[in-house]
Each structure stands twice: as C-alpha cells, then as structure tokens.
C-alpha cells in the first residue's frame, strides 16, 4: 500500500462448527440457552439467531451479572461457557463454569473447567462421562459397604479367620478397581 492510503480491516464472528449441537444438546435437557456478550447487539442478534436462541449484546461485565443474578433469583442453576477476560466475573459467579482453552487467562482462572480443545462437543461428552463416573462411584461404595455389613460381624466374632477375612478384602478391593476401569471404556 502507498504511503498516505488508507485501508479497511473487516471482522465477523462465525458460529463454530459444534455450536448448534450444543445448544441442541442443552435443550433436549430441557434447559433455556442465552448468549449474554459484550459485542455489538446486531452481531449478537445474527448469531443467536441461526442458533434458534435468545441473544443480548452490548453488555457490560456488571449487566452479564445482574442477568445471572435475574436467573438466580428465579431457583435456576446457571452454567456459562466464556472465553473473554470481560467474562471473567461471570464464570466466577456461575453454578458451573467452563472456559475455552484458547481464551483469555483471567476467564480460565476464574472457570471451573477449561476446554483444552475447541470442540464445543466436549461438553455434553463430559457430563456423560461425569454421570458414568457418578454411578459407578455409587456401585463401587455400595459394594463396599455390603461387603463390610456381611463379612465384618463374622470376622468380629470369631467365625471367619483372619486369612480369610483378608482375602476377602483383597478380592473386594479388586472388584472395585475392576469396576472402575470401565469408566475407560467408550
């Protein structure tokens, strides 16, 4: 370019590839999906658009607060997905909140996950993993405690020997272990 010409740089936000699985994925859970953002309200207005959800642009970090405190108020649990230093307050204040691994590292610091990719998919993928991990816990503490409640008193009085009892213990402890490698599993 010749000196004293001027030029024009034009950006655009672009949904990402996985957006729109996300939001149906929220919504099969019967959950109501805002986009809260500071960029201007017509950008806002188009992406929340082609998402099919309600979207509020041209927001301060202190208005993206009141609207949770708003949703709070009502008895809702509120997750946040954010990636901008100005989201930072936001994702401290939230029920759960969940950062982009490439955005700023004051909303990461402030999140209670990261994404370490940028795969939007991520998400419900972790909450099937976090149920599967929850009920095998549940499987693995219930066994625990069956095992103790038959096979203590026994052992308290006399009837099972020591050996025995420790064997038990070992295969107990190893039924667990076992049951828990299945949180690997696809």
Not at 38 to 67: F, H, M, N, T, Y
Not at 118 to 137: C, D, K, Q, V
Request: hydrophobic share 50%; charged share 20%.
């Amino acid at each position: 370019m010749k000196p004293g010409r001027s030029g024009w740089i034009g950006l655009r936000d672009t949904l990402r590839d996985d957006a729109q699985v996300l939001v149906d994925w929220a919504r099969a859970r019967r959950w109501q999906v805002l986009m809260l953002s500071g960029d201007p309200s017509a950008a806002v207005a188009q992406l929340s658009a082609q998402l099919g959800i309600e979207g509020r642009g041209g927001l301060s970090p202190e208005a993206k607060l009141a609207a949770l405190e708003h949703l709070r108020e009502q008895g809702r649990r509120v997750m946040v997905l954010g990636d901008g230093a100005n989201d930072a307050p936001l994702l401290a204040a939230a029920h759960l909140s969940i950062a982009m691994g490439r955005g700023a590292d004051l909303a990461q610091s402030r999140a209670d996950a990261v994404l370490l990719g940028e795969r939007l998919s991520a998400i419900p993928e972790a909450f099937t993993l976090a149920r599967r991990g929850r009920r095998i816990l549940r499987q693995n503490l219930a066994w625990a405690a069956l095992y103790n409640l038959l096979v203590l008193p026994f052992a308290a009085l006399g009837l099972v020997t020591p050996g025995w009892a420790a064997l038990g213990m070992c295969a107990s402890s190893l039924l667990v272990v076992l049951n828990a490698q299945r949180l690997g599993r696809p």
